[in-house]
Every structure is written in structure tokens, then in C-alpha cells.
């Protein structure tokens, strides 16, 4: 058995985590015994061991935030969820490793027929992506929204629910060959990032108002969206790629009347009824075990090479997320 676990953080994200071995450990009451399926790595879970995270658990700490897993073994006065039934796993277990221990109460059963390197997937980023579609502006089929980071996991999902609401998407990315993925998956207009960008965007939409922009960027990316909305527009923030602080122009703040807004799923969370989050994720589990709904990987890692994994996470030049299996 092994964790993937940090004592420290620091600047170099694969410096500080490492595989660990632990051996198996007695199950309490109402515990069972996990064997992960998949989990991924996230832009935040890179962030958290660098310590830039806006939300930091003890030290010593397992890396990973989501993920599946089967379960292996009952504790006592356990009877489900059934032995080998995939689960999702309780958000900051601490996903990284090959077996976990979790109370049974806490898990989620997910179907066993469905694909789990896509249903690990489906804490963060679809919701993320959905509920920037819906929380901020009142779109309507037809409206246009437009993105930068469009190859990130966010931006996948985005462009596919935006989609499948009658969306169109204009989709902002760093180099060209991410240009005929991102239109494979259903985006309307990619365009490489660049000092002109409002101009092709004018042109490619037909000088269509947009009146949504996510930005995952920050930095001047941030200000070159805001020179893409239209009067009274929404830009919403949620990542800070470019490790830079949000930067919009007096004339997009001013005589635009551009409003900047953060997500924080975190935050969503803290506010939601639970009726409201199992409706939210109840329709983003059959979309994604239906397939209808997915996100493209770059490469899986086992948990003993968790720091090749975090290294290759934490680069920019990749189409796809990194994936870490027992």
C-alpha cells in the first residue's frame, strides 16, 4: 500500500510530495476498506503543495481532492456499499494512494458499468464549469461566452455544457494545435491568444455582444477578455494561471461598466443546499457515465510515481489531465 504524502510545501510541487508505504489499517465501525480506481490532478491540488491554495489541510497531508475507488472491505456493522462497488470519494480524503479508509456513510455509489477515469473527474471541474454558465448572467440559447484556458479540464466541460444549452463559444488558448481538439469537442470559435484578440473575435462572431467571460488566467489575460465583452458583461474569475494579479483597463471598468467576479466551488459549496448540490451533481453523473460528457487525458501515472505525475501536471504544454491509478 502506498500514500502519496508531503510533510512540507514549497515552490517546486513534485519536491515535496512522495510515495510512501503504510500498511493496511484496522477498520472501525461503520469504516471500509478502498482500492482507488482513479483520481486526477488538478491546477488546486498543484497549488495546494505549493501553498498558494486558498484552502490548506495540516501537515502531514495525502495529495489528491477527488477521485474513485472500489470498495474492497467491510468494517464492522458494515453491509454497503457492496464490496467492489465503485464510490466517489469524500472530497480531501487525500486520493493519492493505492487504499483508503473512509466511513461508509460518506461514500457515494457511482455506476460500476461507467468509465472511472472519467467519473473521478466529476467533483470539481464539471461543477465548476456548469455553474459559471448558469450563477452570473441569464443566457439564453444563442448567446455567446467566451473563455481563456479553453484546454483546460474547466474549459472542456464548459464548451460541451455550453453546447448542450444552445451556447456558443469563443475559446482562447496559447498555441495553435489545441485549435482543431477544442473544435473536435464542439467549440464554435478558437483563437490563439494575442495583443489583437478583440479584433478576431469581432470578426469571427460577426460583432456578436458577449456578455460572459471566464477567465482562469489572470494577468493581461485577464484584460483582453475584458476588451471582448460587451456593455454591462460579466467576467468571472476562477484561477490564476498566469500566477499574476487580474489586470482590466479603466476604459473596460469605466465606460464599459464591466463587472469582475471570483468562483470558488469551495465557497458555492458552503452556500447550497443539499438539494441543490445533489441535483447539480445527479445530472453530471448520467451525463458522464452516459459518455455524453467528458474530458480528454494526457497520461495516467501510478501512485509510486506520483512525482513524475505532479511534474508533468504543473507544465503547461499538455492536451489533456493527468491521471494517477493504484
Not at 494512494?97 to 457515494?108: C, Y
Not at 448558469?134 to 474547466?154: H, M, P, R, Y
Request: overall charge negative; hydrophobic content about 40%.
Amino acid at each position: 500500500m502506498l500514500k502519496a504524502e508531503y510533510q512540507v510545501r514549497g515552490p517546486v510541487p513534485h519536491d515535496v510530495i512522495e510515495a510512501v508505504e503504510f500498511s493496511q489499517p484496522e477498520l472501525q465501525e461503520g469504516e471500509v476498506l478502498l482500492e482507488l480506481l482513479a483520481a486526477p490532478i488538478n491546477p488546486s491540488d498543484v497549488l495546494t503543495l505549493t501553498g498558494d491554495y486558498g484552502m490548506l489541510p495540516p501537515l502531514p497531508a495525502i495529495g489528491g481532492n477527488e477521485g474513485v475507488a472500489k470498495v474492497v472491505q467491510h468494517g464492522p456493522s458494515v453491509d454497503s456499499p457492496a464490496l467492489e462497488q465503485t464510490v466517489l470519494l469524500p472530497v480531501g480524503i487525500g486520493t493519492w494512494a493505492t487504499h483508503m479508509v473512509a466511513n461508509a456513510n460518506a461514500l457515494t455509489p457511482l455506476p460500476n458499468e461507467a468509465d472511472p477515469v472519467q467519473l473521478s473527474m466529476i467533483t470539481v471541474n464539471p461543477p465548476t464549469a456548469s455553474l459559471m454558465l448558469t450563477e452570473f448572467v441569464d443566457l439564453k440559447e444563442g448567446d455567446w461566452v467566451i473563455q481563456n484556458a479553453a484546454n483546460s479540464g474547466v474549459g472542456n466541460y464548459l464548451i460541451q455544457l455550453a453546447k448542450m444549452k444552445g451556447l456558443k463559444t469563443v475559446n482562447v488558448v496559447r498555441r495553435e494545435s489545441l485549435i482543431d481538439p477544442l473544435k473536435e469537442q464542439g467549440a464554435d470559435v478558437v483563437l490563439v491568444d494575442g495583443e489583437n484578440l478583440h479584433e478576431e473575435v469581432a470578426a469571427q462572431t460577426e460583432g456578436a455582444e458577449i456578455r460572459l467571460g471566464i477567465d482562469a488566467v489572470g494577468g493581461s489575460g485577464t484584460a483582453r477578455l475584458g476588451n471582448c465583452l460587451a456593455n454591462e458583461a460579466t467576467l468571472v474569475n476562477y484561477g490564476m494561471m498566469s500566477g499574476k494579479p487580474c489586470v482590466l483597463s479603466p476604459h473596460v471598468i469605466i465606460f464599459k461598466d464591466v463587472t469582475i467576479r471570483g468562483f470558488w466551488l469551495a465557497k458555492w459549496f458552503r452556500s447550497a443546499s443539499k438539494e441543490q448540490q445533489m441535483s447539480l451533481y445527479g445530472e453530471l453523473t448520467q451525463l458522464v457515465a452516459t459518455g455524453k460528457l467528458h474530458a480528454p487525458i494526457h497520461a495516467s501515472y501510478a501512485v509510486k510515481d506520483i512525482k513524475q505525475a505532479v511534474e508533468v501536471a504543473s507544465q503547461g504544454e499538455r492536451n489533456g489531465k493527468v491521471i494517477v491509478t493504484p
